[in-house]
């Protein structure tokens, strides 16, 4: 037996995985792109304060964990240890 983890959640058919990945791609697209479609009737303007320095922003805070460090730091840097250990395991998984 060859060590390694089972994939395609054990379908033997592989097209049927990649069936059953695309429906659920395109049902998170159709998701965003109701969201998008009230973001856009809300906005003033008809278009979204999107901007790059806000884009920085949320980025730094999504993966720096800024905002989490303010209040009780051992709290913040574990919450910081469980992101990025998940974020890793999506990578692997996604390589996979």
Do not use: C, N
């Amino acid at each position: 037996m060859i060590p390694g983890r089972p994939a395609y959640w054990e379908i033997k058919e592989v097209w049927v995985f990649y069936v059953l990945a695309a429906l659920a791609t395109g049902l998170l697209l159709i998701g965003v792109a109701a969201h998008l479609r009230v973001w856009l009737k809300s906005a003033p303007g008809s278009r979204p304060a999107f901007s790059g320095p806000a884009l920085r922003q949320a980025l730094l805070h999504t993966f720096l964990g800024r905002t989490l460090f303010k209040g009780d730091r051992p709290a913040g840097f574990m919450h910081l240890l469980m992101f990025w250990g998940f974020f890793i395991l999506l990578i692997g998984t996604t390589l996979l």
